[in-house]
Each structure stands twice: as C-alpha cells, then as structure tokens.
C-alpha cells in the first residue's frame, strides 16, 4: 500500500514536472470523456422529451388522422374535393374486436369572440372521452357529457389561452362565446387547466398547442357547420369537404396495438410507411404522378393519401432507433477521440520511458521487481488519463448550462437562424445520466491501463546493467 | 549475520556477442568474510566490471558459485534476485544514482520501499542514517540542491538503510575532489570500524590503499589476493577478521608491507 501511494505520488510529481506536455496529453482523454457525457446527457434529454411527447399521445391509443393530399393530387380536380376519414370508416373501425372506443373529432380554425376581444383559434368538436384520452385536465366548472352532445347542446369548453385572452375581466363561466364564420354563440361551462403543447411528429401529427382551443359537442359542430368548411382569412376563402378530421382509437392493452394498427391500416387502405415508400420507387416509370403510378401496379392497390394512421407504440420504437443511431455516432466520435488521446499518452509514456532509463536502473539495482517497474509506470499512465478524466467529467457535468447558455445566446443574437434550426434542437434539455459518471471514470482508467502497458512493459523489460550505465 | 558476507567457488561468465564468446570471468574465486574492507582492482577488460555487477547480484554467473550469507545466489530467479539487493546489498555508485525527483529522506527510503518494510521505524531510521552521515538538516532537499560529496553521503545512507551483508563501492570516490574524497573514505573507515563489510572496485592505488585487502584481477581471474599496511598495522577487531587475516597469512601470500 505504502509502495502504491508512493508510486501516486509520483506520478502526480513527474506529472508536474512538465505541466504543459501533461496538459496537451491529457487533451485527447479530457475530450473524449467530456464527450462521452456530453452525448448521453443530451441523447437522455432527446429520448426523454420524445418520450414524453408520444406517451402523451396514449402508448395504447391508435390515431387516425386526415391529411390533406398532395397538392399534385388536388391539381386533376376543380373546386373542393372531399377526402380523410368517413363516418362509414368510423363505424368499421369501432368494429374491430381489440378496440375498445373510437373517438372521432372535428377541428375548424375559427375567430372567436367576446366583448371586443378576438382570439383566432380551434374549434374542435369532440366527445367527452377526448379529454380524458388528451389529458386535458379541468381548472373550474364542468367538461361536455354525453348528453351534451346527444342533445347537440351549444355549450363550450375552453382552453386556459383562450380564457385569459378573451375573458381578461370577466369570469368565463356562464358568458357565451360569438364565432363571426359561422354567426353563433356558445355557452361556456368549463375552463380547462394549462397543458403543455406537443410537438410535431412524425410529418403527419402538426404541433398542437392546446391552450387556445374551444370544444364543443361533435354533434352540434356538425349540425352547425356540416362536412363543408367554409374558411376565410383575410381575402382569400377555402373550402374543405371532410367529415372527420381525427378518430382516436383506444385500444384494450398496450400488446394488440401492433395487430390493431395492421388491422386498421388494412381496413383503410393505408400502407405502412416504409411498404408505400417501397412501392413508390418500384413503380416510378416515366414522368407521371405517384398516385397513377402506383394504381398501374396491378398487384397493389393504390395507397391512400387522404389518411394518416399514427401509432404512439410504433413512434416509441422509432424515437429508440433514432436515439441508438445518435449515441452510436456519438460514440464513435467520443471512442477516436479516447483512441487519439490514448495514442497520445502511450507516445508520451515512451518518451517518458526512454528519459527516464537511467532512474529505472537504479531503482532495479536497489532492489525494485520487473513488476514493481510495471506498477510505477502504470500508476503513471493511470494517474494521468485519470486527471484528464476528472477534468472531462467536471466539464460534461457543465453540458446543461452550456446548453441552456448557448440556445439564449443564440435566441439573442441569431433569433432567424435559431428558428430555423429543428424543433429538437431548440427544446433539448440535457439529462445528465449518473451511471456516465463512473463509467467516464472507469472509461479514463481503462484508457490508462490500455495504453500504459506497452510503455510499463518496456520499462521493465530493460536490462539494470545497460539502465545503469545508460546517460 | 552469518561468517561469510560473500564466498565466490570458480566463478565464470561468458558473454555471447554475435559468434563470438566473450570470457569475462575465468575461473574467480574468494571469500570476502563479514567485517572485512576489500578493494577489488585491475586494469580494463580485467573483468571488474563483470564481477561487480555479479557481486551486486545484477547478473547471474555462467557457472560456478557465489553464495551470498548462506544463499546460492547463483541459481536465483530474477524477482529474488531483485529481493537480495533489496535487502542485503548496499549499492555506492560513482554517480551517486539518486532519483530526483525525490527528496534526501525518500531516497535513503527507497530499498525499503522495495522490500515492502516502509514504517514509521524505517523512516525513524532512515532519519538517523541522514544524521549519521551529516545531513540531517537537508532530509527535505532535493539531489540537485546538494554537492557531490553530499550526494554520496546520501547515497551511502541509503546503502545501509537495509542492514546489508556488504557495501559494494564502485568508484565512489571518481567524480570527487580529493578533500571530500578523502571525507566518503573517511566515512568508509568508520563504517567498516563498526563491523560493516565493505567491497569497494577502484583503479586508484591510494583509495585502494585505504581497504584491508586488495584483491587484483587480470584476465578473468584473480591474479593476487593481499592484505595492505591497514590489516597488518590495525589491530584486528573482530574474531573473524582475525580468522580471515589467518587464513590469508597462511595461504602464503601475505606480502609484508
């Protein structure tokens, strides 16, 4: 014990001695393990707000959703074309023995108003499961029943944004919101509390920010507005003919999503992603359109475009597959730059080896074992990938704040380029993960022993005679 | 401690270089008995070196023996061999050969550190070898900040922190001036006055001079084997000095001074 402290020792003295060839050795350990951190921290932050997002989608919940087509697709066609989900399809769905309620909702961008303040917003007609299913949690008042909507009631539900913008004085509760498109009041009987927005996913489900919505009973929008929605922003008009926007289906157990999903893709015509990927560029021939393309491959019918299914479970797995590929990249990065700094320290050893020919003679000649050499040269090398560790973790622990610091200088500075950089980017919230810390050090260590054997070994491989007599 | 510090029997080591065979020992033979002072000389390619390094337990002989107190070091692994000099074999260097990074008390700490016996007692007696051999003011000095003749004071120190069977010089005194030369033989003499054997390799007649015996090599082997003025004159002080002294005398080669 008494000799492995001494040899500590040093080792932190020779370290010392040459304080800057020790700095720019240590470089290549320092980066690697501050990389190594730094990546787990920030794929844990990734992972975690991705987690976060399509759990709160419902991991047992199937989403259909309708998309508008194409452009391309639109373009064969004058005036509005109807497209997404059917109520027919809706009643299909609800036959599928694994699931165990299908929710279908409808959303209509709206301005709403009360006593002079105007908020542009959702309307989204619902029933009253759908917030339970969203988690949209209740602040005062009461949600829609389900009588509420059998008796198309024109009673509202209203998001926390769009209760402090339209209601700033007054208490919600009991007042009637006035809709200019469709020329109509709706009692509010509930506000809800504030939910965090979600972010896009996947390119069909958009970024949804709850909090300026208003519900209302489906069957009342219906009755109000119909399958036509008659749209008007500033001079220009559009026109959708759609009867459902989204149908959430709530499937009995976490484990028959995949089948359900196979099931309910089938039923609706829609091809797994990466299938109608492939038989977009099986069926490219000549100059024409996708869909026409894909409809003269006999075998296949066409896919349907109109309709997204989303399916959390699946979105998990992808985010998982997207999080390993990230930290393999990273590791590797880190794993050359922990292999550049070992080559570092192994090249320093050598010299350190090879200067200090003479003290390993004298030390052989008053009574040190080949192991004893061994020992001392790999206290050494340990000692100083280990500092060149410790440094590394310190400042992977800082990876946070460098963050954090980093997006508000960005914000500050380069607010056009920071909006445009990925919705990732501009959320990520690092997670330090605990266990990088030991395995940073361990890393450092091995690093140590990997690349201070050789050198050790040479030491102790000398002969004391030709040590002794060397200059 | 036993009799005999070192016994060498025929004593031979070859040295293969490329085709060729080197013959450095021939055949040595001598016994150096505890409490003695022995210079070992001779001329260049005599096979000193060889020897020295074989008495320093350095290098193993091609053939013959050499017992170390009762061990055959002869027939030794490396790892005891590297435990011998840790524990019974002062080295003196020409050089000094101390480490600098370390301090005057961490070098004369450093065979115990190898024999695995650093305590609190060791470093209590470490401190008093500093004393004994005047630097205990500097224990926290560094080799760099000391003269030479200091330097070999702390080398000296650090050859008898472990109780050798022997001290084995060689060419202590080389890189010194006179006055302190004379001071590290003086220092010698004293050790050797309390019991401590000395073999001490030289190619000055005068520092030889200072020892009991010289034993003289030449070709391999050893050519002569006398005691000097110091045997005859001083008064023997131990009964196996004396016994040495007889045997010597009675192998006819005492040469009266």
Known sequence: MSFFLRTFQLGLKSLLLHPMRSLLTVLGIFIGVASVIWLLAIGEGISQEAQRQIEGLGA?????????????????????????????????????????????????????????????????????????????????????????????????????????????????????????????????????????????????????????????????????????????????????????????????????????????????????????????????????????????????????LDVAVIVPEELLEQARVTRMMFMVFMGL???????????????????????????????????????????????????????????????????????????????????????????????????????????????????????????AFRAAKMDPIEALRHE | MTEYAARLKDIRKDYVLKSETVRALRGASFDVPTGDYVAIMGPSGSGKSTLLNLLGCLDKPTSGEFFLGDDDVARMTDDQLAYIRASRIGFVFQSYNLIQQYTVLENIEVPLLYQGKLSSEGRRRCRELAELVGLGERLGHRPSQLSGGQQQRVAIARSLVNNPYFILADEATGNLDSVTSEEILTLFQQLNNEGRTIIMVTHEDDVAAHAKRIIRLRDGVVQSDQPTVNRILCRPRSPIAASGELRAASSGEVHAA
């Open chain 1, 333 to 455: 990065i880190a794993a050359i730059s922990l292999l550049v700094g070992g080559i570092g320290i192994m090249n320093i050893m050598l010299a350190t080896v090879t200067e200090r020919t003479r003290e390993i003679g004298i030390r052989r000649a008053l009574g040190a074992t080949r192991s004893h050499i061994i020992m001392q040269f790999l206290v050494e090398t340990v000692s100083l990938s280990v500092v060149g560790g410790l440094t590394g973790i310190l400042v992977g622990l800082l990876c946070p704040a460098v963050i954090v610091g980093l997006r508000y200088l960005m914000n500050t500075f380069a607010p056009e380029l920071m909006a445009n950089l990925p919705d990732v980017v501009q959320r990520i919230q690092p997670q330090i993960v605990l266990l990088s810390l030991p395995l940073a050090f361990f890393i450092s260590v091995m690093v140590g022993v990997v690349f201070g054997i050789y050198p």
């Open chain 1, 60 to 304: 047992d919940n199937i989403i259909v959703r309708s998309v508008s087509p194409p452009a391309e697709v639109m373009a064969a066609f004058s005036g509005p074309v109807p497209y997404g989900i059917k109520r027919s399809e809706l009643a299909t769905l609800e036959q599928i023995p694994t699931v165990k309620s299908a929710l279908p909702i409808r959303e209509v961008r709206r301005t709403f108003t009360f006593d002079g303040n105007d908020l542009d917003g959702r309307l989204v007609g619902c029933t009253p499961e759908y917030f339970t299913v969203t988690r949209l949690e209740l602040e005062r008042g009461r949600l829609l029943t389900e009588a509420d909507n059998n008796n198309a009631q024109n009673y509202c539900v209203i998001g926390s944004g769009a209760a402090e913008e339209l209601f700033p004085l007054t208490d919600p509760l009991g007042q009637r919101v006035y809709l200019l498109d469709s020329k109509d009041y709706y009692q509010v009987v509930g506000v809800l509390k504030y939910r965090n927005p979600t972010a896009a996913i996947g390119g069909s489900l958009e970024a949804q920010d709850f909090k300026n919505d208003v519900y209302i009973p489906i069957r009342t929008l219906r009755q109000r507005t119909g399958d036509f929605i008659y749209t008007r922003r500033g001079s220009t008009r559009t026109v959708e003919i759609i009867e459902l926007n989204q149908v959430t289906l709530r499937v009995q157990d976490v484990d028959s999503v995949k089948v359900t999903a196979d099931v309910v893709r089938m039923s609706l015509g829609v091809r797994e992603p990466e299938k109608a990927h492939v038989v977009d560029s099986d069926g490219s021939e000549g100059g024409e359109t996708k869909v026409t393309n894909v409809a003269a491959n006999a075998s296949l019918p066409p896919p349907r």
